[in-house]
């Protein structure tokens, strides 16, 4: 994957985050994403599909869950509802969202998101794209970005 | 969802049983998804976008996977590695691609595989879907077809 098709989606989480939640994220060292890492046990996944196919996981903790569903809903949620994870999901679309449109070129439609639950679930992409991830921390605590081509892009 | 959109996906899983794997299977009763109920611990994922957005999901058993991956490979697996993990992403994909055939009016393109994996896992559709859930026997073990479309479909 080239930075001009991961650079989309990294400030689109930072936009997100700043429009919908009104926090600030800060971005950590990004990698190739490393299928035996433990991830964050909620993760919203949106698939990208066009003349480039890919997926776009955001990965995060409980607890942040929690606070972002609270900050979107304003309302103050306690455990991890549907509620919860319909705000999860709806992160997700906006962050692919907003990428795909400085993506235009790709003609890129954005998949319903999935939101994957369980502490040691595993979103795996496959072989032929090769996934990278990149840590954040907010106000909110950490979570991660994951995003993966297949490698014609 | 109505039985015409949820119909091609059956027959899709019957044909692809029949041709990839040389097995035949048998259809149980279609309900709603219940979330709540337990899955099996695979989960092959795939988002379909276009005039309708929808998800489907095959979900089976640690040893469905291996038999069904070592069918297609032409090999004995006995641990679950990153070639089962590709052929169950390989089997949502066929099984996406050819009911989207039949679904031709809705020009649906279909995303990557995403494979989950862990005991725990849920893979949840967004509230506004409506998930249906239907089990199948085959000869390498159960499996269920879970498809979800969005209520304007």
Redesign the interface.
């Given at each position: 994957m080239k930075a001009e098709h991961i650079n989309p989606f990294l400030s689109s989480v930072a936009s997100t985050f700043h429009t919908m939640l009104g926090t600030e994220v800060r971005r950590g060292p990004m990698s190739l994403r490393d299928p035996a890492k433990k991830s964050y046990p909620i993760s919203g996944?949106?698939?990208?599909?066009?003349k480039a196919?890919?997926?776009v996981v955001i990965n995060l903790s409980e607890e942040v869950a929690l606070k972002a569903a609270s900050a979107l809903l304003m309302d103050d949620i306690r455990v991890i509802n549907?509620d919860v994870?319909?705000a999860v999901?709806e992160l997700a679309n906006v962050i692919a969202g907003q990428a795909k449109a400085e993506l235009e070129q790709y003609e890129l439609?954005?998949?319903?998101?999935?939101?994957?639950?369980?502490?040691?679930?595993?979103?795996?992409?496959?072989?032929s794209?090769s996934p990278v991830c990149v840590p954040f921390e907010t106000d909110l605590g950490p979570l991660q970005l994951e995003v993966?081509f297949?490698t014609e892009v």
């Open positions: 996944v949106i698939g990208l599909t066009g196919v890919g997926t549907d994870l319909d999901g439609s954005v998949s319903l998101p999935n939101v994957v639950t369980g502490d040691n679930h595993r979103v795996r992409f496959p072989s794209s993966g297949e």
